[in-house]
């Protein structure tokens, strides 16, 4: 099956001049193509590249089985490229994914990256994307001293009645051109959106995928 996108940027890897060490092999980071999460890391050879590329969907080489990889062929969870980079030295790819089902670790776990002094955590993503993080797990574990409580609590009148508010005052703000307060009462204005959005548990990734649409 190949993607839309694949075509976009299958001439943009020259797969022949890519620094391969010397197994044949360079490493491949995946990242969330919405909000910037590193998912995994793995190793591609020259035709699992070139699989990649002409399939829209993530191959890796297994060292341990010696074999393709054909990313969430059995789990179901592949991944959609969206687009491919190499580094400056051409010896590492960066591989921008839309990744299906949300996870990518074979523990379940949306990231390979979730351990942190044996814990598991979540991974880390863009600013909006923790902010929301942190504004959800509120809604689920209320806490009496958290303002976003209090707010998530008051329902849409006292959510809706901040936005409002704020939204005047980031006018206020562009009218003053004042650079300092327009960057507090912009991210003022996000919070309580986020905090909108996680009372009507609608996913911030569903908004960027809105922008993702207009973008193109």
């Not at 600013?127 to 001293?145: E, H, M």
Request: one cysteine or more; hydrophobic letters at 35%.
């Amino acid at each position: 099956m190949s993607a839309p996108e694949s075509t976009a940027f299958r001439q943009a890897i020259p797969v022949d001049q890519i620094r391969y060490n010397e197994q044949g092999l360079v490493p491949a980071i995946v990242q969330d193509h919405l909000d910037g999460t590193v998912l995994m890391m793995a190793w591609m050879n020259r035709e699992s590249l070139q699989k990649t590329l002409e399939t829209g969907e993530t191959w890796f080489w297994s060292r341990s089985r010696d074999e393709f990889w054909h990313k969430g062929e059995t789990s179901g969870h592949t991944q959609r490229v969206r687009s491919l980079r190499y580094d400056c030295d051409s010896d590492a790819l960066l591989v921008s994914v839309e990744q299906i089902g949300d996870i990518a670790c074979h523990t379940g776990e949306r990231s390979c990256f979730h351990q942190v002094d044996g814990g598991v955590t979540p991974p880390p993503a863009d600013t909006l994307s923790q902010v929301f993080g942190v504004i959800s797990d509120r809604r689920d574990n209320p806490s009496p001293d958290s303002y976003t409580c209090k707010l998530l609590a008051g329902g849409d009148n006292k959510i809706l009645k901040k936005i409002g508010e704020e939204s005047a005052e980031v006018v206020m703000a562009f009218k003053d051109d004042d650079a300092e307060a327009i960057a507090g009462e912009v991210a003022d204005l996000f919070y309580h959106t986020l905090v909108a959005l996680a009372h009507h548990k609608v996913d911030i990734k569903a908004v960027y995928r809105k922008l993702q649409e207009r973008r193109r």
